[in-house]
């Protein structure tokens, strides 16, 4: 019995070590998510990169709080040129909304989602870590 309990408490705490390790690939197989994550990069300004998946690597996500509230974010870079273009994504907890700050070399911070101050100062900072 008391195997069982210890067997079920490490495989508890697996688990939550493992709760870092959420990218947001795993998050646009979410259908809630892939929705706004289309709504988001379907400006017209937004680079190729960002819209396709396939050509970026992403962080890990990570659990935020702005004005009391928790978000989801994480940094992508273009593949194979990471000091070309970066980008930070932040989702609202449920995935209905979505923000995001791209930079590229040589062109202003293109912020998409119209995120509040607050969230663009996040933003700001997500990508400067």
Known sequence: MRRLILS?????????????????????????YAQSWKTLTSAKKTPAWVRDENRFIA?????????????????????????????????NMNGTQAWAEVQEEGKPALYLGEPSAAQKSALDEAIAE
């Open 59 to 91: 962080g890990a996500l990570k659990i935020i709080s702005i004005d009391a509230v928790n978000y989801q974010i994480s940094v992508i870079s273009k593949q194979h040129a990471t000091n070309d273009g970066q980008a930070s994504i932040l989702f």
């Open 8 to 32: 079920l408490a490490l495989l508890g705490m697996a688990g939550i070590a493992r709760a870092g390790d959420t990218y947001i690939y795993d998050l646009l197989k979410n259908s809630v």
